[in-house]
């Protein structure tokens, strides 16, 4: 897999290309139904600093979110298997915990992506990624999840 050779080789280089982030930087939920990916993707986001949490499922990523305050960012697979990583987004703006929080998502699909449903969600990701997605595009992610955000949340 293209994306998963990325990774690794950016993991086993002193990343002079990669984004420079925040000492503080905040967490990012990695959402992602195959383990052998997500694993990666949690290692490389480690190894920049940046504390990386892994669910499987939406209820799985609800409730880690709803644990862990200080996630701000969530890669997130549209396709889950039988789910709709879409419907996280959807869930995320009704629940009374998650609400009012500040939080930005990047989607990631194995597929086309169909904008239309996109435009219509109650939070606007930050962007729509085809996977094999650039480890750098992550990392990018990572660094504008750490500044102070201006998402756009319609919830």
Known sequence: DAMLTQIRALLGTDRPSAPTLDQAASAILLVEHEADLAEEIAELLDSHGVPAHCADSIDVALQCLRDTPEIRGV???????RENGLDLIRAAARDPVLAGRD???LLISGTSIDREPIHQLPIIPAACLQKPVRPNDLLAFAAEVSRPSASVNRG
């Open 103 to 105: 939080l930005k998502f």
């Open 75 to 81: 890669l997130l697979d549209i396709g889950l298997g």
